[in-house]
């Protein structure tokens, strides 16, 4: 017994040469609601970065996610290939991004943004943070309607048989991760970010996105089956998504440790 998958194409619309994909629009919204987001706290806060300097980081955050993600995939997940066949790099239109290397490239963008204006890269960490899990929630969706990245076999009532897969019944680990990435770690953070206590030490939303993300991924890589190219690491049972997200859980860590031994910025 296994659910029907269900049959959405990835196109939205396809007119000539262009096409416009479920993968592309959840970037594209999710980049669009997390900048509003972001853009309210920081009028709220009165403080830096000001909602003018975010409309000036917005094309640094979207180079640092597409260029660090693609990077990341390339590095991380399907080295070999790329250095054979080098420029299918630039085919972005035929996937192949990943989270922690588009996290790193915003980070990046963060760091260079903060010290070229001058202040505190941790306070735009900040907003960047709580606004993250909307982009996770849209693009763990799109990878479901893409039929990508499915979860491993399973007898639950709600498994599928994904398309691109085999014949056997997979956990729909997309929407797994959706969840958690997307809904509780939005939910976290966001009630996070009203509680001044939380919200005036500056570096603390970060870590707290940076440890969430972290064990959320951790915990997902379990129902999700590994990318075929790698497979299991260290003797098997790990992936190469849980090993990324080890150093994301300790900077988080440090992080928030750091920013309780600091003066609330409200101070």
Same mark, same amino acid.
């Given at each position: 017994?296994? %659910?029907? $998958?269900?049959?959405?194409?990835?196109?939205?619309?396809?007119?000539?040469? $262009?096409?416009?994909?479920?993968?592309? %629009?959840?970037y594209?919204?999710?980049?669009?609601?997390?900048?509003?987001?972001?853009?309210?706290?920081?009028?709220?806060?009165?403080?830096?970065?000001?909602?003018?300097?975010?409309?000036?980081?917005?094309?640094?955050?979207?180079?640092?996610?597409?260029?660090?993600?693609?990077?990341?995939?390339?590095?991380?997940?399907?080295?070999?290939?790329?250095?054979?066949?080098?420029?299918?790099?630039?085919?972005?239109?035929?996937?192949?991004?990943?989270?922690?290397?588009?996290?790193?490239?915003?980070?990046?963008?963060?760091?260079?943004?903060?010290?070229?204006?001058?202040? =505190?890269?941790?306070?735009?960490? /900040?907003?960047?943070?709580?606004?993250?899990?909307?982009?996770? $929630?849209?693009?763990?969706?799109? =990878?479901?309607?893409?039929?990508?990245?499915?979860?491993?076999?399973?007898?639950?009532?709600?498994?599928?048989?994904f398309?691109?897969? /085999?014949d056997?019944?997979?956990?729909?680990?997309?929407?797994?991760?959706?969840?958690?990435?997307?809904?509780?770690l939005?939910?976290?953070? $966001?009630? %996070?970010?009203?509680?001044?206590?939380?919200?005036d030490?500056?570096?603390?939303?970060?870590?707290a996105?940076?440890?969430?993300?972290?064990?959320?991924?951790?915990?997902?890589?379990?129902?999700?089956?590994?990318?075929?190219?790698?497979?299991?690491?260290?003797?098997?049972?790990?992936?190469?998504?849980?090993?990324?997200?080890?150093?994301?859980?300790?900077?988080?860590?440090?992080l928030?440790?750091?920013?309780?031994?600091?003066?609330?910025?409200?101070?």
């Amino acid at each position: 017994m296994a %659910l029907a $998958f269900p049959n959405i194409s990835p196109t939205i619309v396809e007119i000539g040469p $262009f096409a416009l994909r479920w993968y592309a %629009l959840a970037y594209i919204v999710g980049v669009t609601l997390g900048y509003r987001l972001a853009l309210g706290m920081a009028r709220r806060m009165n403080g830096r970065p000001t909602p003018a300097e975010l409309d000036d980081f917005l094309v640094w955050a979207v180079v640092g996610v597409l260029a660090g993600g693609r990077l990341g995939f390339i590095l991380f997940y399907n080295l070999d290939f790329y250095l054979q066949h080098p420029f299918d790099m630039l085919k972005v239109w035929n996937g192949g991004m990943s989270f922690h290397g588009g996290m790193t490239g915003v980070a990046l963008a963060v760091l260079l943004f903060a010290r070229r204006r001058g202040f =505190n890269p941790l306070s735009l960490g /900040d907003l960047a943070a709580v606004a993250a899990p909307i982009g996770l $929630f849209l693009g763990r969706l799109a =990878n479901f309607v893409n039929g990508e990245l499915w979860g491993r076999p399973t007898d639950v009532p709600w498994g599928m048989v994904f398309p691109h897969a /085999d014949d056997l019944p997979r956990h729909p680990s997309q929407l797994y991760e959706a969840g958690l990435e997307g809904i509780v770690l939005f939910t976290a953070l $966001f009630l %996070l970010s009203r509680v001044p206590s939380v919200r005036d030490r500056t570096g603390t939303l970060t870590g707290a996105f940076l440890i969430g993300y972290a064990l959320c991924r951790i915990t997902a890589e379990f129902f999700r089956e590994p990318d075929v190219q790698v497979g299991f690491l260290l003797g098997g049972g790990v992936t190469m998504g849980q090993i990324l997200s080890v150093p994301m859980l300790l900077i988080g860590v440090a992080l928030v440790a750091l920013a309780r031994r600091r003066v609330p910025a409200a101070a």
